[in-house]
């Protein structure tokens, strides 16, 4: 059983900064992307940002140059660091875990979400 568990959320003000956190456990043998995903009321969940074992990365326009991500590949483990946070950020947040390696098989996983609320 794979689990990620999210950290970090909350309230800040807008042009404040949030870190989130993901850690992935279980009998995981590698991870391919890892990332965070995010979804306001009443729209879509939308891509932010994700990155690949080899460290390649991919962001969301609305967040470019303000968000960046990272990653511990031996421990499993992702970040994002938000800068300059607008109330369009508000949103869950969810971390995602892609071409997750167990056994012969990959598969995906999602954490169970952690909230972001930018607002003065």
């Known amino acids: 059983q794979v689990q990620l568990v999210e950290s970090g959320g909350g309230l800040v003000q807008p042009g404040g900064s949030l870190r989130l956190s993901c850690a992935a456990s279980?009998?995981?043998?590698?991870?391919?992307?890892m990332g965070w995903y995010r979804q306001a009321p009443g729209k879509q969940r939308e891509l932010v940002t994700t990155i690949t074992s080899g460290g390649s990365t991919k962001y969301g326009d609305s967040v470019k140059g303000r968000f960046t991500i990272s990653r511990d590949n031996a421990n499993n483990t992702v970040t994002l660091l938000m800068n300059n946070l607008k109330p369009e950020d508000t949103a869950v947040y969810y971390c995602n875990a892609d071409g997750v390696r167990i056994g012969l098989y990959t598969y995906q996983y999602w954490g169970q979400g952690t909230q972001v609320t930018v607002s003065s």
């Open positions: 279980g009998s995981i043998f590698s991870i391919y992307v």
